[in-house]
């Protein structure tokens, strides 16, 4: 089967359109006019001027893409354009702006009018009112299916073996409605009730006329009656706890109703000739307003890969290998937007500039550096807010714990090395720590530090239970304070428990050893990788007090070496974090069952060691937020787990994920673990170091000035560059005492030139 662009008969000539949104509407269209014999039906079991919401927000790349596709649908949308640049964040009384921005938006009905008339003037067959045949049945008979038939697609929900869907809903209720007036700008809005935060999304549609969404958690949402009131009385009662906003006008509904978002992941999006589309494939979060552009821009992607591939199995692998991975980086920001207003409770308490970069930036697509870009003198006074000296980026204002001032906020974050023999960190630690101490970040951290023999994870890993080790500690910790004045080295402490008497990273990452194995201790006597790994035996009192005296041991040396911070290891399903998590902690004596009952025994180690380390030195912890795994450790544990430890005396929780049970499902992306560091901080007002996929310096100084973290901790990054903080000071042109140079090193502060920088400019253009 080939593309009928080229006019072989063979192509997908007759074709069903089941579904009349915007995709389904463009994705005809644009068939019907790059292959005008096409016969091309679109089934719509609505009118056409049934419509679910108001306006539609599009983007110049969106834009773009019509305009090269399709001209005609592109000039008729360009004279309905509402555009605006600002975006306004009220907070509790206090309004900030924010420009730059650039949007474009349309009323949806407007949008479907235009792409009505196109497709009738094109020729394709509209059936309005009318429900389309099932998916199979056109199958049979068509060329091609296109199913376009949105968030319930029932296309999808009748092949769901074939297309593997997977629908989540999540915690808020919401509501569109509209406002008989244009909003002068994207408007975020807070209400703080009675019964809860309440959040009003708004923004023009036409010179009259304005969307209006009101967001709240679902429990909010039923405090306040709007489970049981009838929809009049809803939309007054939204109109009036946000009559400021509208100047006191009423709020008007299309047959609205209160919705849970439902986010939409499919394994495959094509099933023989039947390929799904828009919110049929996938859906994000409206609060980026990524619905309706996603679903145009499927389109434009279909039509082009059946232009261009040679069949229809071709273009519809394509189309799909094209389109998901824009896709699945568009639903991981519009799932960070989404948690964060589900958690808005959490930042209530924000000045009200960082809560208005916070809000700005919650998607991790907008970030600092492009902010400034946007609208330098609102970035300023965040910056201002936040305590920034003039001239200083985030990541270089100091932070104080306890006696030690950190002159930035990069930390260097520990990284298991495998390299030490019987314990004893060599030449390699030497260069490997010192180089990292003289790059520049503010706090280096040791790979974990095993408290004895049987704590090792491998053979090559280091330990502080012999003088030997101690004193190779102490000539690396004596390098950095000498060489790189100013930074300070950290040591983690740990125990590996069921994970330990494995082989190197690079032999076999957590596979037994060939020989030699060592006895394995845990909280209960489960293994690891079942079949694979060890049993280890579950610590009895004696067990529980030898380890608790080794960790104490360790503490005492690490003392002696001049370690500037200690940081005890519980996460990583490590001997302590396997105390932790209910699917590690099956005992039911005082140690298990209850969250209460398994932090006990970490706590009593962290107790002993922070009573031993000198009161005048920080004391942190690492926790695995989440297991990533049903019937683990959740973000809610994960916050009570730090509120034990802070008020047992840590003074920042280092915030990881996972790596507990081999099973783990984790949501990887860029900054991927943040959200749970920023949950911990902002529901307990304790500070955190946040680390996981943290790449750039921009994403740091977007994470400290949207108060997410208060340290970043970056592990690849400095594997790659040792001196990835000093870069990143000169990258911003900044010379400052947050980041100075060794002075052997200060001849390379500077970038260094690349190719000719001589040759004359061009003055004239002739012809």
């Given at each position: ?130 429900q389309a045949p099932p998916a199979a049945e056109l199958a049979a008979s068509h060329d091609l299916v296109i199913a376009a038939d949105g968030v319930h697609s029932a296309t999808r ?611």
């Amino acid at each position: 089967m080939t593309a009928s662009g080229t006019g072989d008969p063979a192509g997908p000539h007759r074709i069903a359109v089941i579904g009349g949104g915007p995709g389904g509407l463009y994705a005809a269209a644009l068939l019907k006019r790059l292959g005008p014999e096409r016969e091309i039906t679109l089934w719509e079991r609505n009118a056409p001027d049934d419509t679910f919401g108001f306006g539609v927000v599009l983007s110049d790349e969106t834009l773009g893409g019509i305009e090269h596709a399709d001209p005609t649908v592109h000039r008729a949308l360009q004279k309905e354009f509402v555009r605006w640049d600002d975006i306004d964040i009220v907070h509790r009384g206090h309004t900030q702006t924010s420009g730059g921005h650039g949007f474009a938006a349309l009323g949806r009905r407007r949008l479907l009018e235009i792409l009505h008339e196109r497709c009738a003037s094109l020729g394709v067959r509209l059936r309005f009112r009318t429900q389309a045949p099932p998916a199979a049945e056109l199958a049979a008979s068509h060329d091609l299916v296109i199913a376009a038939d949105g968030v319930h697609s029932a296309t999808r929900e009748a092949h769901a073996d074939s297309f593997g869907p997977r629908v989540s809903d999540h915690r808020c209720r919401y509501i569109w409605l509209a406002a008989d007036f244009a909003l002068d700008a994207f408007r975020f809005e807070t209400a703080e009730t009675a019964y809860g935060v309440m959040q009003l999304h708004g923004y023009p549609f036409s010179p009259d006329a304005s969307t209006v969404i009101v967001e709240m958690r679902e429990e909010v949402w039923r405090a306040a009656g709007f489970d049981t009131c009838e929809p009049a009385e809803s939309i007054r009662h939204c109109a009036a706890v946000f009559d400021a906003a509208l100047g006191g006008r009423p709020l008007r509904s299309n047959n609205s109703s209160w919705l849970t978002f439902s986010t939409v992941v499919n394994a495959r999006w094509s099933h023989g000739n039947t390929v799904l589309i828009g919110d049929a494939a996938h859906t994000a979060h409206f609060s980026i307003g990524s619905g309706t552009k996603l679903a145009v821009e499927d389109a434009l992607a279909l039509a082009a890969c059946i232009e261009e591939q040679p069949g229809l199995p071709e273009a519809l692998a394509a189309y799909e290998s094209e389109r998901r991975p824009v896709v699945e980086s568009t639903q991981r920001a519009a799932a960070a937007s989404l948690r964060w207003f589900e958690e808005l409770g959490t930042y209530i308490d924000q000045p009200p500039r960082q809560f208005a970069f916070n809000l700005l930036t919650r998607s991790r697509r907008v970030t600092h550096d492009n902010l400034r870009l946007r609208d330098s003198s609102f970035t300023a006074a965040v910056e201002e807010e936040f305590g920034c000296p003039p001239g200083t980026p985030p990541m270089f204002t100091p932070l104080r714990l306890r006696g030690l001032e950190l002159r930035n906020r990069v930390v260097v974050s520990p990284m298991d090395m495998y390299s030490a023999t019987d314990g004893v960190p060599g030449d390699f630690h030497l260069v490997h720590l010192g180089a990292r101490a003289l790059g520049g970040a503010g706090l280096v951290m040791t790979e974990m530090v095993c408290v004895s023999p049987e704590g090792r994870i491998t053979p090559g890993c280091t330990g502080l239970y012999t003088e030997q080790q101690a004193a190779a500690w102490n000539r690396i910790t004596d390098f950095v304070h000498t060489a790189s004045p100013g930074t300070a080295i950290g040591v983690q402490l740990g125990h590996s428990g069921r994970k330990g008497s494995t082989k190197l990273m690079w032999d076999g990452i957590d596979q037994p050893l060939d020989a030699g194995n060592w006895p394995l201790a845990a909280a209960s006597p489960i293994p690891y990788a079942p079949g694979v790994s060890q049993v280890p035996h579950a610590l009895d009192r004696g067990g529980l007090d030898a380890v608790r005296g080794q960790f104490a041991d360790a503490a005492r040396r690490a003392d002696a070496c001049g370690f500037d911070l200690l940081e005890l290891h519980c996460a990583h399903g490590y001997l302590l974090s396997g105390f932790l998590s209910p699917l590690t902690n099956r005992r039911t004596d005082r140690y298990g069952g209850s969250l209460e009952n398994r932090l006990r025994f970490p706590l009593e180690v962290f107790d002993t060691v922070r009573e031993l380390w000198p009161q005048d030195r920080p004391m942190t912890v690492r926790i695995s937020a989440t297991d990533w795994a049903e019937g683990g450790t959740t973000a809610e544990d994960a916050v009570e787990i730090a509120r034990a430890f802070v008020a047992h005396g840590a003074d920042a929780i280092d915030v990881s994920t996972g790596q507990v049970v081999p099973g783990e499902r984790p949501e990887f992306g860029r900054s991927y673990q943040t959200p749970y560091a920023d949950r911990i901080r902002n529901t307990l007002c304790v500070p955190v170091i946040a680390v996981g996929a943290i790449s750039s310096w921009d994403d740091v100084n977007s994470l400290l000035l949207a108060g997410r973290a208060d340290l970043c901790a970056l592990a690849r990054p400095h594997l790659y560059d040792p001196h990835w903080t000093l870069h990143a000071a000169a990258e911003q042109g900044y010379p400052g005492p947050g980041a100075p140079w060794p002075l052997p090193y200060r001849a390379g502060s500077r970038t260094p030139p690349a190719g000719r920088t001589d040759a004359p400019k061009p003055r004239l253009t002739l012809g």
